[in-house]
């Protein structure tokens, strides 16, 4: 922050006016004042856009093409609740780590208790057959999932 004081000498004017008296200005400059809090805005909103993304990355796992659906009604998740995401290649993921299909019964279980939750969320590619998709209904129930929630993409209506 800079400061800038003048001090003018009123002699000049205290001849014409008959008045000897000095005036002192005194003004604070605050236009790096201004650039230190502009650049402080640019870092927070770019970092905070990051985390939001980080964030939303970490809870959905592996990106997929969701089915559409228009007749789907929206899905009370919490953030804790387990997502199986099944990829067009049939790879499965619970959040963000790859599961082998052998130790898939073991690892929900293991994920539902984890955060005390009786809901699976199954996202799956639009590729994905239906009885893939009923196999893995299957073992969630039988790894003690409750509710299970097929996530969709919502379609633009026109």
Known sequence: M????????????????????ESIVAEINITPLTDVFLVLLIIF?????????????SRTGVKVALPKANAAGAVTKRRTDPVLTVTKNNELFLF?????????EDEIRKALTEV????????GDKSVF???????????????????????????KP
């Open 2 to 21: 800079a400061m800038n004081v003048q001090i003018e000498d009123a002699s000049a004017e205290a001849d014409t006016e008959g008045e000897g008296r």
């Open 45 to 57: 909103m770019v970092t905070s856009t990051a985390l939001v993304e980080s964030e939303v990355a």
């Open 96 to 104: 963000n780590r790859k599961i082998e299909p052998a130790h898939l």
């Open 116 to 123: 005390d939750s009786e809901t699976l969320l199954l996202r």
């Open 130 to 156: 239906l009885g893939a998709a009923v196999d893995l209904m299957a073992v969630a129930k039988k790894a003690g999932a409750k509710n299970i929630a097929i996530l969709t993409q919502s379609e633009q």
